[in-house]
């Protein structure tokens, strides 16, 4: 079973960046269309990055100049930069992606557990 484990969510001050990354549990063989989804309380899940196996990206009008997502092949790894930080930012970050775990296998969609950001002003 692979799982997305996402990582470097914290605390940081309005105007401040994180950087999160998306990477799978164990050895797979590829990522494809990847996602960054995040949930503030109360409200529902918004995407809010989409990158393509190739590098393509589409961001939500609320993160576009200020959010980028990219992705590292060699290491099946996804990350999300965050700059200019404000506190309407503040949720939990998931990760979610289409995963083949095996050349010329079916791929399956799979989500991480999240991690907390927490944009103080």
């Known amino acids: 079973q692979v799982q997305l484990v996402e990582s470097g969510g914290g605390l940081v001050q309005s105007g401040g960046s994180l950087r999160l990354s998306c990477a799978p549990s164990r050895s797979i063989f590829i990522l494809y269309t990847t996602n960054w989804y995040r949930q503030a309380p109360g409200k529902q899940r918004e995407l809010v990055a989409a990158i393509t196996m190739v590098g393509n990206s589409d961001y939500a009008d609320s993160v576009k100049g200020r959010f980028t997502i990219s992705r590292d092949n060699a290491l099946n790894t996804v990350y999300l930069q965050m700059n200019s930080l404000k506190p309407e930012d503040t949720a939990v970050y998931f990760c979610?992606?289409?995963?083949?775990?095996?050349?010329?296998?079916?791929?399956?969609?799979?989500w991480g557990q999240g991690t907390q950001v927490t944009v103080s002003s």
């Open positions: 979610n992606a289409n995963v083949a775990t095996r050349a010329g296998g079916p791929a399956y969609n799979y």
